[in-house]
C-alpha cells in the first residue's frame, strides 16, 4: 500500500511539474507520457470543433538550389518560422539563426559572406512588431566582433526557492496543467461533444476563435474582432499610422546594415482570415499599404498577392498556419532574395 502511494506521488508530481515547467513538459512530450496537443492543428486545439480535427502532417523537402554567393541568413521571426516549420535545409544558405521576436540574442557576423537579415511577422502582430518607440526598433540582434561576448553583464542566477516560485507563478501554468492532464484522444473525444453541441444549439465557440461565414474555415478571434485595434485586419488603420511602421522598418534596416548586413528583408504574412473571408468585414488593407508605400526602402517578400491568386487554400484546416502549399510559395519566394 506504501509502494501504491508512492507511485501515485511520483507520478503527480512529475504531472505537476509538467505543468509548470516547459523543459519537463518537452521531456514528457519526448517520453511519449503526454501527447502532443497541437497534433491537430492550434485552432482544433482552442476550438475542440471535429469538422477541423486535421492530422500536422510534415511537408516534402522543397527544392534547394546551391549557395553560389555563401548566404548566411538570420530571421526575426514568429511562429511561422518555428524550427518545427523551417529550418537550413529549406534555403540555400550556408548558414541559418533564427530568433524569436519576443527574445534578444548576440551574434558575429562574417563579413566574407552575404549576410541577409529576414524580418517575418504575421500580419496580426505587425503594427505591435513595428510600433513607433524612442529607442532602436525591432533590436532582437546584437553584433560584436567576438562571439563570446554578450550583450550586457552577467546576472546572478536565482536561488531554487526563488525558481520554485517563479514555476509556480509562471505565465501559461493551467494551460501546461490541462495539456498534461487532459491531451489524449479519449479527452478530445468528450470535448468534441461539448463543443459541437454548444455551436449547434447555441451558435457559440471558444472566444478565442472565430467560425467563418460559410462555415468551412477557423480562424484566430484576433484576425476578426475589431476592438482589438492593434492585430485585427479589420480594425481601422490611418495613413500616419502606416507612416510610422513604414518608417520604424526602414530606420531598422539601416541600423542593421551600418552594423554589416548586405541585406534586410520584410515579410509580412497574412493572416488566414485575410486571405480566406477577405469580404467578412471592411479590410484596413496594412499589408498591401506598407509593401506598396512611397517611403519603405526595405525588399519584401509579397506572398499576399500570391496566395490571393491560388485556386486552393494555403492553410491548414485546423490551424493558424500555412499547409504545405503556402509553406512552398514562402519558402520560394524568401530564396529570391537570397542570391
Same mark, same amino acid.
Given at each position: 500500500?506504501?509502494?501504491?502511494?508512492?507511485?501515485?506521488?511520483?507520478? $503527480?508530481?512529475?504531472?505537476?511539474?509538467?505543468?509548470?515547467?516547459?523543459?519537463?513538459?518537452?521531456?514528457?512530450?519526448?517520453?511519449?507520457?503526454?501527447?502532443? #496537443?497541437?497534433?491537430?492543428? #492550434?485552432?482544433?486545439?482552442?476550438?475542440?470543433?471535429?469538422?477541423?480535427? #486535421?492530422?500536422?502532417?510534415?511537408?516534402? +523537402?522543397?527544392? $534547394?538550389?546551391?549557395?553560389?554567393?555563401?548566404?548566411?541568413?538570420?530571421?526575426?521571426?514568429?511562429?511561422?518560422?518555428?524550427?518545427?516549420?523551417?529550418?537550413?535545409?529549406?534555403?540555400?544558405?550556408?548558414?541559418?539563426?533564427?530568433?524569436?521576436?519576443?527574445?534578444?540574442?548576440?551574434?558575429?557576423?562574417?563579413?566574407?559572406?552575404?549576410?541577409?537579415?529576414?524580418?517575418?511577422?504575421?500580419?496580426?502582430?505587425?503594427?505591435?512588431?513595428?510600433?513607433?518607440?524612442?529607442?532602436?526598433?525591432?533590436?532582437?540582434?546584437?553584433?560584436?566582433?567576438?562571439?563570446?561576448?554578450?550583450?550586457?553583464?552577467?546576472?546572478?542566477?536565482?536561488?531554487?526557492?526563488?525558481?520554485? $516560485?517563479?514555476?509556480?507563478?509562471?505565465?501559461?501554468?493551467?494551460?501546461?496543467?490541462?495539456?498534461?492532464?487532459?491531451?489524449?484522444?479519449?479527452?478530445?473525444?468528450?470535448?468534441?461533444?461539448?463543443?459541437?453541441?454548444?455551436?449547434? +444549439?447555441?451558435?457559440?465557440?471558444?472566444?478565442?476563435?472565430?467560425?467563418?461565414?460559410?462555415?468551412?474555415?477557423?480562424?484566430?478571434?484576433?484576425?476578426?474582432?475589431?476592438?482589438?485595434?492593434?492585430?485585427?485586419?479589420?480594425?481601422?488603420?490611418?495613413?500616419?499610422?502606416?507612416?510610422?511602421?513604414?518608417?520604424?522598418?526602414?530606420?531598422?534596416?539601416?541600423?542593421?546594415?551600418?552594423?554589416?548586413?548586405?541585406?534586410?528583408?520584410?515579410?509580412?504574412?497574412?493572416?488566414? +482570415?485575410?486571405?480566406?473571408?477577405?469580404?467578412?468585414?471592411?479590410?484596413?488593407?496594412?499589408?498591401?499599404?506598407?509593401?506598396?508605400?512611397?517611403?519603405?526602402?526595405?525588399?519584401?517578400?509579397?506572398?499576399?498577392?500570391?496566395?490571393?491568386?491560388?485556386?486552393?487554400?494555403?492553410? +491548414?484546416?485546423?490551424?493558424?498556419?500555412?499547409?504545405?502549399?503556402?509553406?512552398?510559395?514562402?519558402?520560394?519566394?524568401?530564396?529570391?532574395?537570397?542570391?
Amino acid at each position: 500500500m506504501k509502494l501504491v502511494r508512492v507511485i501515485t506521488l511520483l507520478v $503527480v508530481s512529475i504531472l505537476w511539474l509538467g505543468g509548470c515547467s516547459q523543459p519537463v513538459m518537452h521531456w514528457l512530450y519526448q517520453t511519449s507520457i503526454i501527447v502532443d #496537443d497541437y497534433r491537430y492543428g #492550434d485552432l482544433y486545439r482552442l476550438s475542440n470543433l471535429p469538422q477541423f480535427k #486535421d492530422p500536422v502532417t510534415l511537408c516534402p +523537402a522543397v527544392t $534547394v538550389s546551391s549557395d553560389t554567393a555563401r548566404t548566411h541568413l538570420y530571421v526575426i521571426g514568429d511562429s511561422f518560422t518555428e524550427p518545427e516549420r523551417l529550418s537550413q535545409q529549406d534555403f540555400p544558405v550556408s548558414y541559418y539563426k533564427r530568433v524569436r521576436w519576443d527574445k534578444q540574442d548576440t551574434i558575429q557576423l562574417d563579413p566574407t559572406a552575404n549576410n541577409v537579415l529576414l524580418v517575418e511577422s504575421v500580419e496580426r502582430h505587425f503594427r505591435e512588431h513595428a510600433a513607433a518607440t524612442p529607442i532602436d526598433p525591432i533590436d532582437n540582434l546584437f553584433i560584436v566582433s567576438d562571439s563570446n561576448r554578450t550583450n550586457g553583464s552577467k546576472q546572478q542566477s536565482p536561488s531554487f526557492g526563488k525558481q520554485l $516560485v517563479d514555476l509556480i507563478h509562471s505565465e501559461g501554468i493551467e494551460e501546461r496543467l490541462e495539456t498534461v492532464l487532459f491531451s489524449h484522444d479519449v479527452f478530445l473525444w468528450f470535448k468534441e461533444i461539448k463543443a459541437s453541441l454548444t455551436m449547434n +444549439a447555441f451558435n457559440r465557440v471558444s472566444p478565442n476563435v472565430a467560425v467563418s461565414q460559410n462555415k468551412k474555415h477557423l480562424f484566430i478571434a484576433l484576425d476578426t474582432d475589431s476592438t482589438k485595434r492593434l492585430n485585427a485586419g479589420t480594425s481601422p488603420l490611418p495613413d500616419n499610422e502606416v507612416a510610422d511602421l513604414v518608417n520604424t522598418v526602414n530606420k531598422a534596416a539601416v541600423r542593421y546594415q551600418a552594423l554589416g548586413f548586405d541585406k534586410v528583408v520584410l515579410s509580412i504574412v497574412p493572416n488566414k +482570415a485575410t486571405i480566406l473571408e477577405p469580404d467578412r468585414q471592411p479590410y484596413n488593407h496594412l499589408i498591401e499599404r506598407v509593401q506598396h508605400h512611397p517611403k519603405l526602402n526595405v525588399p519584401i517578400v509579397d506572398v499576399y498577392s500570391l496566395y490571393r491568386k491560388q485556386n486552393q487554400s494555403v492553410y +491548414a484546416l485546423g490551424d493558424s498556419h500555412w499547409n504545405c502549399l503556402g509553406r512552398s510559395i514562402w519558402i520560394k519566394a524568401v530564396s529570391s532574395h537570397l542570391n
